[in-house]
């Protein structure tokens, strides 16, 4: 039997929140109260908090992800993209978080901006998910090689970035064997 796969769709701009929601697997996992909570105490004392939307709708930002992750008892390492992803030990990882160019769109009217969207890959039983917050449904990736080579390709695009989130317990010296070892011009597996 297969494990269900829990999937978040898209509300406003809450693309971060879904995709911590998507990867832990949890509708409640995070709450927006809890991110705006940080986005509050990374910047105190201002009119207009620069970690989320002017409006309330979401639209986190990097910090809000990584405090609230630590909240939790996870790291989040950046991901060099000139580095093979071929060398990241899958079994120390927990997920990966992309933060990914989304054009803009009011109802069917494309606008000449860009906006950055959050998604999160996780491998949920057997199979990596992406549980991108935008999609119908959730789009299995496969195993590890087809895990690896969605990867490389999303890298290849040059303003896609890569959040490998590990659990604290993962040491520094681990965190290094994870994926800040890899040579960027070497593509063995390790």
């Known amino acids: 039997m297969e494990e269900p796969v829990y999937h978040?769709?898209?509300?406003k701009e809450f693309c971060a929140?879904?995709?911590l929601n998507n990867l832990f697997q949890k509708d409640d996992a995070f709450l927006k109260s809890e991110l705006d909570a940080v986005c509050y105490s990374l910047a105190p004392k201002?009119?207009?908090?620069p970690h989320k939307s002017l409006l309330g709708l979401g639209n986190y930002d990097v910090?809000?992800?990584?405090?609230?992750?630590?909240?939790?008892?996870?790291?989040?390492?950046?991901?060099?993209?000139?580095?093979?992803p071929n060398c990241l030990q899958l079994s120390k990882i927990f997920g990966f978080i992309m933060n990914?160019?989304?054009?803009?769109?009011?109802?069917?009217?494309?606008?000449p901006l860009q906006r950055r969207?959050?998604?999160?890959?996780?491998?949920v039983g057997n199979c990596y998910y992406n549980l991108d917050s935008k999609l119908k449904e959730p789009l299995a990736i496969g195993q590890e090689a087809e895990l690896i080579s969605y990867l490389?390709?999303?890298?290849?695009?040059?303003?896609?970035?890569?959040?490998?989130v590990v659990p604290s317990d993962v040491h520094d010296w681990q965190i290094d064997s994870v994926s800040a070892s890899c040579d960027p011009s070497s593509s063995e597996s390790r």
Do not use: C, M
Not at 8 to 11: G, P, R
Not at 46 to 49: G, I, L, Q, R
Not at 117 to 123: P, Q, S, T
Not at 152 to 164: E, G, P, R, T
């Open 100 to 111: 990914i160019p989304n054009d803009y769109h009011i109802g069917y009217i494309r606008l």
């Open 17 to 19: 929140l879904h995709a």
């Open 8 to 11: 978040e769709k898209q509300v």
């Open 152 to 164: 490389q390709q999303k890298l290849s695009h040059k303003d896609n970035q890569l959040f490998v």
């Open 46 to 49: 201002v009119w207009f908090n």
């Open 63 to 84: 910090n809000v992800l990584i405090a609230v992750l630590q909240n939790k008892g996870y790291q989040t390492i950046w991901f060099d993209q000139r580095k093979n």
């Open 117 to 123: 969207h959050w998604i999160a890959i996780r491998k």
